[in-house]
């Protein structure tokens, strides 16, 4: 079974997609509200790197609470905890970039970040900017920091930024 068999599959079983990227459909769980099913394809080599960071970090509040995570041959499947968008998605609106400003230091000159424009404000940000920086050299990823890539968890005074898909392959 391939990743589309398997879509089609959740398809006919009438659950939901609560959002699409480049390469991956997350949908909600059919029985738990707080959790997001992610399907994803094992050539997206960043986003695995990705998972496998976060699910050894999962102290640091900027990484996304993972649930469940399996491979299955050309795809994979993690859950995590449903995180709520930021409001400001809109082609080349830079704006967003104010939320990352507790977190990182950098001047925003456009909607995606550049690695060397980073400097991390704090111990869970530095924890992430060294992957980041790390997976970029190392292996063949790019930093893909925009608003569809970065969540809130929480509403209101206490909502945390997360960030949920920072590099591309
Ligand atoms: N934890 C989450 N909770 C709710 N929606 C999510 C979550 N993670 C991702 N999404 C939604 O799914 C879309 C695609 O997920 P993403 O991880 O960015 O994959 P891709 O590699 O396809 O870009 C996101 O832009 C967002 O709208
Ligand atoms: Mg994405």
Known sequence: MDMYDYEEFLRSKGIKVNGRGGYG??????THKDIVVKVWGSYDYGYESWVKFCMKNQDNPL???IHHHSKHGSFNITMLEKLKPL???????????KHLSPHFDFEPRGKFCW?????????????????????????DTALDLHDENVMWRGRGKNRQLVITDPLVS
């Open 115 to 139: 690695v060397s424009e980073l400097k991390a404000k704090h111990e869970h940000a530095k924890q992430i900017l060294k992957f980041l920086k790390r997976n970029i050299y190392a292996h």
């Open 25 to 30: 459909i997350v949908y909600q769980h059919p």
């Open 87 to 97: 409001e400001e998605v809109d082609f080349c609106d830079i704006r967003w970039n």
């Open 63 to 65: 990484v996304p609470k």
